[in-house]
């Protein structure tokens, strides 16, 4: 054996040296690998095709937005569950469509964004309601869908001026026309 090693090389340990060139060879093989990978796939973006085809999309949220930015729709959720949302072309709310703790509603805004529709169940109870309102959002009719079910009409200050439907304690029909400030006037009832 000469000095050195057995090749005569001192410090030359050929297992050593084979471990080294391994590693580099898995190293470069590893960063072409990744690079080829990387460049296959391109980030998702406004800049990605028009038009494609998915089988699942998994999401919290789908915002979508205008050319300018302004969002018009959202679909997501809210502590009840899923909801859907849509804005005019100018970003101001026109409508919901979500699950409520009772239920759930849609609701349709006119464009100075004051609600003018509700449908749904109410938020207190776990009856139907359909509410529609004046331009200004003050309700004027509202049907309720309760166990003697009932129509209630409103004036321009908010009181009930009008009522049609049944009585609670004897479930026959009723009609109560009230006087502007909401006390009764008159009622006919079967």
């Given at each position: 054996?000469t ?39 391109r ?5 990605g095709?028009?038009?494609?085809t ?5 999401a ?21 569950g ?12 026109a409508g919901?469509l ?26 207190d ?29 409103y ?36």
């Amino acid at each position: 054996m000469t000095p050195g090693g057995p090749n005569g090389i001192v410090g030359f340990h050929p297992e050593v040296a084979m471990h080294r060139i391994e590693r580099a060879v898995v190293y470069v093989a590893l960063t072409v690998a990744l690079l080829a990978a990387f460049g296959r796939t391109r980030p998702v973006g406004a800049d990605g095709a028009a038009d494609g085809t998915f089988g699942i999309v998994t999401a919290r949220a789908v915002r979508i937005v205008g050319a300018d930015g302004t969002v018009l729709a959202t679909i997501g959720g809210n502590v009840s569950g899923g909801m859907l949302e849509w804005s005019t072309k100018d970003g101001k709310p026109a409508g919901v469509l979500a699950t409520s703790a009772n239920g759930g509603f849609a609701a349709f805004r006119n464009v100075d964004a004051k609600e003018t529709v509700f449908v749904g169940t109410a938020t207190d109870a776990k009856i139907g309601v359909l509410s529609v309102s004046e331009a200004a959002g003050a309700r004027r009719a509202v049907l309720v869908g309760s166990n003697a079910g009932a129509a209630n009409f409103y004036n321009a200050d908010g009181k009930m001026v009008a009522y049609v439907g049944a009585a609670s304690d004897t479930k026959a029909g009723t009609v109560q026309v009230n006087r502007a400030d909401g006390t009764r006037g008159a009622a006919l009832a079967a």
